[in-house]
């Protein structure tokens, strides 16, 4: 069955930096569209970015471009959201989607806290 294992997480004072990972299995990721949510304390569920099967990628929440990256490595079924010039506004837990076969704010995610 899909299974989405998030890392990386933690605290992290403002303009700091985090990783997340995400390690998949259970189905064939490198045919997969794979992305990033979170979900803020009181807030709704929000996709955060998106990776293509090709590579190329789009940054969906507007208060993260030019700050976030995101990649994959298919040698290692591992998806990658690098969080740069952290804002205590980023404060979320994370969550990995595997489109088409599990999105949203699911799963147990990864907590990012980011306050001074």
């Known amino acids: 069955q899909v299974q989405l294992v998030e890392s990386g997480g933690g605290w992290a004072q403002p303009g700091e930096s985090l990783r997340l990972s995400c390690a998949a299995s259970?189905?064939?990721?490198?045919?997969?569209?794979m992305g990033w949510y979170r979900q803020a304390p009181g807030k709704g569920c929000e996709l955060v970015a998106r990776i293509f099967i090709s590579g190329a990628s789009k940054f969906d929440a507007e208060s993260v471009k030019g700050r976030f990256g995101i990649s994959r490595d298919n040698a290692k079924n591992t998806v990658y959201l690098q969080l740069n010039s952290l804002k205590p506004e980023d404060t979320a837990v994370y969550y990995c989607s595997a489109f088409g076969l599990r999105a949203g704010c699911r799963g147990q995610g990864t907590q990012v806290t980011v306050s001074s």
């Open positions: 259970g189905f064939p990721f490198e045919n997969i569209a």
